[in-house]
């Protein structure tokens, strides 16, 4: 009964081998007979160190858990700040080493997709931008660090120095940590406007800044050794020109 079925559903099938086929008489002109591999132009360099930023993080996570909660609590804190500092936060300290990485990785890389969204890209050579962007805000926190501890030896005030030098490692740090999903999410999340993630990030440096230059003011405002002009004169040159001064160059 089956055999029967079946040889009755082939006779009244049409008969197909005629047909006219679909890529035949079309108005589309054959350019390349053969196959032609198409190559994605991808972001190599973003891959890398997004991949070893999240390694690293990944480890500080496993290794250093309860200091990551101290480190982000502090630069809002006061007393995880001082439990942070009694710990011990030195620039040979791995944690602060490695930290310290995490920050200059992710906010270089936050530059350098900034600039390539707004069009600011050196054709020629993109991927020079991301090191000399690291280099320069290394270059920046270095001879910050060593302006800061001078002018502590110079107007013996230690103590204040050290309680600045370890707000300036919180707020690097956090910015470093926070920073991490946002370019990830540049990186990745095509779906989204590049825009919110960048004003996101923006927002977030400007608000951790603005807390860590408050925690300087309340420091220095507290201490009896500290001189108000010195202190208004270290926040107008140091602090607020460089801003102003970058904010006009990207304008």
Known sequence: ????????????????????????????????????????????????????????????YI???????????????????????????SVGNRLVIFLSALFVLT????????????GFLNAQNPVSLFFITAVIILSVYAIKLLVIKFAGVLFETQKEVWEYTVSVFLFCNTVGLFMLPIVICLAFFKQVNPAIFIYSGFGLVVVLFLTRLIRGVIIGLNSPRVSKFYLFLYLCTLQIVPLVIISQFFM
Not at 1 to 27: A, G, Y
Not at 39 to 44: L, Q
Not at 64 to 85: D, M
Not at 108 to 117: D, K, N
């Open 63 to 89: 290794s250093n858990r309860k200091r990551l909660g101290q480190i982000t609590k502090g630069l809002f804190i006061g007393r995880h700040a001082n439990q942070f500092a009694r710990e011990g936060v």
């Open 1 to 60: 009964m089956n055999h029967l079925l079946l040889f009755v559903d082939k006779s009244i099938r049409p008969d197909t081998s005629k047909t006219v086929s679909l890529f035949q008489k079309h108005l589309l002109e054959v350019k390349n007979p053969d196959p032609v591999l198409h190559f994605t132009k991808y972001d190599y360099l973003i891959s890398g160190v997004l991949c070893f930023s999240y390694i690293l993080f990944v480890w500080l």
């Open 107 to 118: 906010s270089s890389l936050f530059f350098y997709q900034t600039s390539s969204y707004f």
